[in-house]
């Protein structure tokens, strides 16, 4: 089991910039595929990027392709999510999740545990 801790939501204006963090530990963090998630009040949980074990491989929803970057730095057990030209729609709670796998993971069922989820707040 891998345990999971964000921290760097907050409240941005519209076009603004944000960088989320995702601490790992419990079982080896660089053998896992990693990936964040979010979700709106009302909406069901999306998958808004994922990253493979060695982060060789990336997947981003259409919805965030070319405005955020997800990234780990494997030897401080870490993934990030840098998000720039912030909108509205994306207000959520942000999740990072792990998986057993170690190659991309682009479905929510192929992972097995999630940190507490952290506030994203953009107004316009």
């Known amino acids: 089991q891998v345990q999971l801790v964000e921290s760097g939501g907050g409240l941005v204006q519209a076009g603004g910039s944000l960088r989320l963090s995702c601490a790992a530990s419990g079982r080896t963090f660089s053998r896992n595929a990693m990936g964040w998630f979010r979700q709106a009040p009302g909406k069901e949980r999306e998958m808004v990027a994922a990253?493979?074990?060695?982060?060789?491989?990336?997947y981003y929803a259409d919805s965030v392709k070319g405005r955020f970057t997800i990234s780990r730095d494997n030897s401080k057990n870490t993934l990030y999510l840098q998000m720039n030209s912030l909108k509205p729609e994306d207000t959520a709670v942000y999740y990072c999740a792990a998986s057993h796998y170690m190659v991309l993971v682009t479905t929510i069922g192929g992972y097995d545990d999630w940190g507490q989820g952290t506030q994203v707040t953009v107004a316009s």
């Open positions: 990253i493979s074990w060695l982060g060789s491989s990336t």
